[in-house]
Nanobody
Framework: QVQLVESEGGLVQTGGSLRLSCAAS????????MYWYRQVPGKERELVAF????????TYADSVRGRFTISRDNTKNTVYLQMNEMKPEDTAVYYC?????WGQGTQVTVSS
């Protein structure tokens, strides 16, 4: 069974940091591009970042470039999203995606 399980999000202050993780199972993790998305109620899900199967290639949305870092550990079947210099507009439910499957989502709230 293909499954993605995200770590718990949380509440951080403006300027703070938080790291999300997403553990994959049920597919050959190292063969797949992995994605992080986020969604605010009433808005479409937004692509935040993605990373190539080897981890050598990364791409970011303009809104997070320079503040967020996506990485992966293929030995642990896990993808990460390190979020620094966080802003209130980063408040959203964050989802990982890979192999056509979504994680359950985790709430991240940035207080002003």
């Amino acid at each position: 069974q293909v499954q993605l399980v995200e770590s718990e999000g949380g509440l951080v202050q403006t300027g703070g940091s938080l790291r999300l993780s997403c553990a994959a199972s049920g597919f050959t993790f190292s063969s797949y591009v992995m994605y992080w998305y986020r969604q605010v109620p009433g808005k479409e899900r937004e692509l935040v970042a993605f990373i190539g199967s080897t981890g050598l290639s990364t791409t970011y949305a303009d809104s997070v470039r320079g503040r967020f870092t996506i990485s992966r550990d293929n030995t642990k079947n896990t993808v990460y999203l390190q979020m620094n210099e966080m802003k209130p507009e980063d408040t959203a439910v964050y989802y990982c995606r890979g192999s056509g499957v979504w994680g359950q989502g985790t709430q991240v709230t940035v207080s002003s």
